[in-house]
């Protein structure tokens, strides 16, 4: 499975568009960009996943540039109630015999 | 709603101890996952299985063992429990297919072996 890179920690404040960047360099032809959010103390969350282009949904926008070797989560006009930890992981699961790795995450802080 | 349920939300259990975590889904989902979660490391695959029956080693799947008898419910065993085994244990569960991205986790149960 392909190894990702994102920031540890980002700060933010209330109202602004946040962006979180994700590398993977070694994405493979059929994997998949899935992206979590983990609350404190609850599991995570299933957010958006894309293959390539532009995704979103009523939560988030993916953008996955053409080569595949990054991708951004970007989340609009975030409230305090964002602030959690963010997960980017890459990987192609459908046989059910794989299993998707989650990294450390990015930890995102939104100021008032 | 899928819900994927925990048997306790914290447990304490002493070294040396048989400790036993269950989980349950109601979704019919085909595979069920066991992690560990501890400060500064994420979450760690510990064993995840894809059929009743069927499992696969995570990448931390040492000192555990899994037990999968029905599709609903996926058990954990920690053979002699020790203290490095503290730690935040988190279930899920998804389906196979396209589905396969998509897993629903339980609540967590925090395990602090003494």
């Known amino acids: 499975l392909a190894k990702t890179t994102q920031p540890i920690s980002m700060d933010s404040y209330e109202g602004q568009e946040v962006n979180i960047t994700c590398s993977h360099n070694n994405i493979a032809t059929n994997d998949y960009i899935t992206w979590y959010q983990q609350f404190p103390s609850q599991g995570p969350r299933f957010i958006i996943q894309g293959y390539k282009t532009k995704v979103t949904n009523e939560v988030a926008s993916l953008f996955i540039p053409a080569d595949r070797k990054s991708s951004t989560l970007s989340l609009p006009r975030v409230s305090l109630s964002d602030t959690a930890v963010y997960y980017c992981?890459?990987?192609?699961?459908?046989?059910?015999?794989?299993?998707?790795?989650f990294g450390s995450g990015t930890r995102l802080q939104v100021q008032p | 709603d899928v819900k994927v349920t925990q048997s306790s939300r914290y447990l304490v259990k002493r070294t040396g101890e048989k400790v036993f975590l269950e989980c349950v889904q109601d979704?019919?989902?085909?595979?069920m996952f066991w992690y560990r979660q501890d400060p500064g490391l994420g979450l760690r695959l510990i064993y995840f299985?894809?059929?009743?029956?069927?499992?696969e080693k995570g990448d931390i799947p040492e000192g555990y063992s899994v037990s999968r008898e029905k599709k609903e419910r996926f058990s954990l065993i920690l053979e002699s429990a020790s203290t490095n085994q503290t730690s935040m244990y988190l279930c899920a569960s998804s389906r196979t297919g396209a589905g396969a991205y998509e897993q629903y986790f339980g609540p967590g149960t925090r395990l602090t072996v003494t």
């Open positions: 992981l890459v990987g192609e699961v459908r046989t059910g015999r794989r299993a998707l790795t």
């Open positions: 299985s894809y059929d009743v029956k069927m499992k």
């Open positions: 979704m019919d989902h085909e595979n």
